[in-house]
């Protein structure tokens, strides 16, 4: 019989369709609870930036890395289509239960003066075998240290009104 002697290949959630690794689906960075609403988007508050942000990568979906050594990065850009990110931190996870895993983007990075603008943030997942990463989707934050009129105050408001100020003076105010 042909074919007799070839076994059956059998897959799993930790297998991919070549006998390796699967790829794991990770979760964008959630920085719902660092960042503004409105525009610009992912703005940070000047506030925050005195102290170091912590990104929490939560478990996904109830999955667990299947391996005994993974590493998982936090990585930033400029640009969001960009080849070159660069490394705020990477963790290993040692494999048993899930733990959150906190990653740090330091205050002395958010205060450096050349840090301005628009950034991206995206997690790097890389297997025990090395090979191929995988990435997340990037999220948006915007670091704005500079106030609105840079360091001039703003010149003052003046109103012109007629003594006596009555509840009638505000109603003919004209626009």
Known sequence: ???????????????????GPELFSIPEPNVSDLIQAGLPEGLILRKDLDADLVITMETWDGA?????????SLLWSRNEDSNEWELFEELPWAGGPWIPLEFTIPSS??????????????????????????????V????????????????????S???????????????
């Open 109 to 138: 990075f958010l205060l450096a003066t050349e840090n301005e603008g628009t950034f991206y943030l995206k997690y790097k997942h890389v297997n025990f075998i090395q090979e191929p990463p995988a990435y997340s989707a990037a």
């Open 64 to 72: 667990e890395p299947p391996f005994d050594s993974e590493y998982f």
């Open 161 to 175: 009104v007629t003594a006596p100020i009555t509840d009638a003076t505000f109603a003919t105010a004209t626009e």
């Open 140 to 159: 948006t934050i915007h670091i704005d240290k500079i106030p609105p009129n840079g360091v001039v105050a703003p010149e003052k408001m003046v109103f």
């Open 1 to 19: 019989m042909a074919g007799s002697g070839i076994k059956k290949q059998g897959f799993s959630a930790s297998n991919g369709v070549s006998g």
